[in-house]
T-cell receptor, first 114, second 113 residues
Framework: AQSVTQLGSHVSVSEGALVLLRCNYS??????LFWYVQYPNQGLQLLLK??????LVKGINGFEAEFKKSETSFHLTKPSAHMSDAAEYFC????????????FGTGTRLQVTL | KAGVTQTPRYLIKTRGQQVTLSCSPI?????VSWYQQTPGQGLQFLFE???????NKGNFPGRFSGRQFSNSRSEMNVSTLELGDSALYLC????????????FGQGTRLTVV
């Protein structure tokens, strides 16, 4: 069975600072990995995904993540935080080569301060 | 293309009642998945439908059921509502030919009183 662990339920950074949100996964087969963002009372928006190929994945809004198989990690980073990045972020894994059944982490709420 | 549409956005029901939620996927997407989001349990997979057949099912009681129509629209039904069923229910659609992304609707906020 697959699982996802997100370290840190709340992360606070200053505007302009580096954002680092941690995600570790467990999967018995090569995983597909995703980061989603959720704003209050909204659905989930895909930031980026890893399926195969290049391990450094670039997404929307300046976010990127690196798939490290040896560390079973898929941490999300952004060089410079913006106030509009304040939201909840979810890491997810799927097996079987589709995105139709996702296992999510518990989420990390990102706060951005002036 | 229009996104995933879920109706209604908000719903208040009484314990013991039943409820039906609707999801219209992105045009051309044949896979529809449902998730429950609560503060305590987070995001949990309910079930997935593809071509009117349930392909995957999560660990939820039989009170939770769903179906998919020939136009790929999907409904989920919860019978005999309990207070713990209060949650944000999210629907996602996927194009399994492209394989690699699930698009989410804005969700239906269900409150059971």
């Amino acid at each position: 069975a697959q699982s996802v662990t997100q370290l840190g339920s709340h992360v606070s950074v200053s505007e302009g600072a580096l954002v680092l949100l941690r995600c570790n996964y467990s999967s018995s087969v090569p995983p597909y990995l995703f980061w989603y963002v959720q704003y209050p009372n909204q659905g989930l928006q895909l930031l980026l995904k890893y399926t195969t190929g290049a391990t450094l994945v670039k997404g929307i809004n300046g976010f990127e993540a690196e798939f490290k198989k040896s560390e079973t990690s898929f941490h999300l980073t952004k060089p410079s935080a913006h106030m509009s990045d304040a939201a909840e972020y979810f890491c997810a894994v799927s097996e079987g080569g589709t995105a139709s059944k996702l296992t999510f982490g518990t989420g990390t709420r990102l706060q951005v301060t002036l | 293309k229009a996104g995933v549409t879920q109706t209604p956005r908000y719903l208040i029901k009484t314990r013991g009642q039943q409820v039906t939620l609707s999801c219209s996927p992105i045009s051309g997407h044949r896979s529809v998945s449902w998730y429950q989001q609560t503060p305590g349990q987070g995001l949990q997979f309910l079930f997935e439908y593809f071509s009117e057949t349930q392909r995957n099912k999560g660990n939820f009681p039989g009170r939770f059921s769903g179906r998919q129509f020939s136009n790929s629209r999907s409904e989920m039904n919860v019978s005999t509502l309990e207070l713990g069923d209060s949650a944000l229910y999210l629907c996602a659609s996927s194009d399994l030919k492209a394989n690699t992304e699930a698009f989410f609707g804005q969700g239906t906020r269900l409150t059971v009183v």
